[in-house]
T-cell receptor, first 117, second 113 residues
Framework: DAGVIQSPRHEVTEMGQEVTLRCKPISGHDYLFWYRQTMMRGLELLIYFNNNVPIDDSGMPEDRFSAKMPNASFSTLKIQPSEPRDSAVYFC???????????????FGAGSRLTVL | LAKTTQPISMDSYEGQEVNITCSHNNIATNDYITWYQQFPSQGPRFIIQGYKTKVTNEVASLFIPADRKSSTLSLPRVSLSDTAVYYCLVVLWGSSNTGKLIFGQGTTLQVKP
C-alpha cells in the first residue's frame, strides 16, 4: 500500500482564494482524521470521519473550513476564503480499527504545507 | 477529560538512555496509551502502544504503572537520528461520549554528539 496520500504537498495562495486539500486514505481504514499543525498551536484535530460520516467537527476553526468524505477512498478539506492565519501544515491520518479508542494507530500522510499571502 | 502533559524539551547525548514521561491523570479505563515520533517536515509516526505494565519493541519500551496515570517512553542508547518531537496520545472523551484523539504539546528531544 502506498500509505496515506495527500495533495498538494505545497500550496501558496493569496488571501481570499479558495483552497482545497485532498487525502486518499489507506484502503480498509475506517477512520480518517484531519489535523493542522503550527508552531504556536501544535497539532490540532480539526475533524474526523468514521465510515465516511463526520463524527466530530468541533475543531474546525470557522465556517470558512469544510470537509467532506464522499466515499471511502477520498476526502477533501476546503478553506474558502483563505486568510493568512490559515497558513499551516495540514495532515490527514487514517486508522483501521472499527471503534475509536486509544488503541487506534494513526498513519499520517506527508502533509500539505499551505501558505496564504 | 483525558489530557496529556509532557516536558517541553529534553537534551541527551549519543549512547544514553532517554526516558520521557507523560501524565494522563484521567485516562479512560479501557483506553491505551500511544506514542508517536515526528521529524521535521514529516507527519508523526507510531512508535509504541500499551495498556499496562511494560511493552517493548525494536525501537523503544513503554512503562505504565498500575494506576495508569502516567507512562514513560524509554529510548535505549539514543543516536543523533533520534532527535525529534515525541508525543503521547490518549482519547479525549466528551460529554456526548464522542472521543477525540488529541495530541499534547510534545517533547522535543535533542541528541548531541
Amino acid at each position: 500500500d502506498a500509505g496515506v496520500i495527500q495533495s498538494p504537498r505545497h500550496e501558496v495562495t493569496e488571501m481570499g482564494q479558495e483552497v482545497t486539500l485532498r487525502c486518499k486514505p489507506i484502503s480498509g481504514h475506517d477512520y480518517l482524521f484531519w489535523y493542522r499543525q503550527t508552531m504556536m498551536r501544535g497539532l490540532e484535530l480539526l475533524i474526523y470521519f468514521n465510515n465516511n460520516v463526520p463524527i466530530d467537527d468541533s475543531g474546525m476553526p470557522e465556517d470558512r473550513f469544510s470537509a467532506k468524505m464522499p466515499n471511502a477512498s477520498f476526502s477533501t478539506l476546503k478553506i474558502q476564503p483563505s486568510e493568512p492565519r490559515d497558513s499551516a501544515v495540514y495532515f490527514c491520518a487514517t486508522s483501521e480499527r472499527d471503534q475509536l479508542s486509544g488503541a487506534n494507530v494513526l498513519t499520517f500522510g506527508a502533509g500539505s504545507r499551505l501558505t496564504v499571502l | 477529560l483525558a489530557k496529556t502533559t509532557q516536558p517541553i524539551s529534553m537534551d541527551s547525548y549519543e549512547g544514553q538512555e532517554v526516558n520521557i514521561t507523560c501524565s494522563h491523570n484521567n485516562i479512560a479505563t479501557n483506553d491505551y496509551i500511544t506514542w508517536y515520533q515526528q521529524f521535521p517536515s514529516q507527519g508523526p509516526r507510531f512508535i509504541i502502544q500499551g495498556y499496562k505494565t511494560k511493552v517493548t519493541n525494536e525501537v523503544a519500551s513503554l512503562f505504565i504503572p498500575a494506576d495508569r496515570k502516567s507512562s514513560t517512553l524509554s529510548l535505549p542508547r539514543v543516536s543523533l537520528s533520534d532527535t525529534a518531537v515525541y508525543y503521547c496520545l490518549v482519547v479525549l472523551w466528551g460529554s456526548s461520549n464522542t472521543g477525540k484523539l488529541i495530541f499534547g504539546q510534545g517533547t522535543t528531544l535533542q541528541v548531541k554528539p
